[in-house]
């Protein structure tokens, strides 16, 4: 009887050491993009993302309409790289994060700051997958906003 709670046991505290690893290892590709983006390095930026990632915006236009918008890996990259050093500076809080196998769904409140001033705040979306070489971004969603703020306040990384 022994062995076979010592098998078990064994198995329990394997499991949730795997499930932190990959967590962290989540957790990395998602810092690794922000630290790309504080050094305006495109290379580091679009080594983020999975071959045909998509990034998209949830906003509100200045006529007070809802709108989506949708800007490719290579534009946001580019416009990164075109930044002083340390102009965007975006502060996460990790929220949940749920990883089944090679899929992964990452919720992060952010506030970010522009060249050192507040510029908006809201709640990114990642949804990650395991690809031979680590943890990428296949798709990316944002909410942005000036105010109601809270939820971001304590963001930091």
Same mark, same amino acid.
């Given at each position: &009887?022994?062995?076979?709670?010592? @098998? ?8 949730s050491? +795997? ?9 990395? $590709?998602?810092?690794?993009? =922000?630290?790309? &983006?504080?050094n @305006?390095? @495109?290379?580091a930026?679009? /080594?983020?993302?999975?071959?045909? /990632? ?7 236009? %200045?006529?007070? #309409?809802?709108?989506?918008r949708? $800007? ?5 990259a ?12 975006? !502060? ?9 196998? !090679? ?6 409140? +952010?506030?970010?700051? =522009? #060249? ?11 949804? &990650?997958? %395991? ?7 296949q +798709?990316?969603?944002?909410?942005? !906003? %000036?105010?109601n ?8 990384r």
């Amino acid at each position: &009887m022994r062995p076979v709670i010592f @098998s078990l046991l064994l198995t329990i505290i394997s499991t949730s050491l +795997y499930a932190q690893s990959q967590e962290e290892a989540v957790k990395a $590709t998602i810092n690794q993009l =922000f630290t790309a &983006m504080n050094n @305006s390095d @495109s290379v580091a930026v679009a /080594a983020c993302f999975a071959p045909g /990632a998509v990034l998209q915006s949830v906003a509100e236009t %200045k006529a007070g #309409k809802d709108t989506i918008r949708t $800007t490719t890996i290579h534009e946001f990259a580019s416009f990164i790289g075109k930044l002083p050093l340390n102009a965007a500076d975006e !502060r996460i809080v990790f929220g949940s994060i749920l990883i089944d196998g !090679r899929l992964a769904s990452v919720w992060t409140p +952010y506030r970010f700051f =522009f #060249k050192g001033q507040f510029s908006h705040c809201g709640v990114d979306s990642f949804q &990650m997958v %395991k690809l031979p070489d680590g943890w990428k971004i296949q +798709y990316l969603i944002d909410t942005r !906003r %000036k105010d109601n703020c809270e939820e971001a306040a304590a963001a930091g990384r």
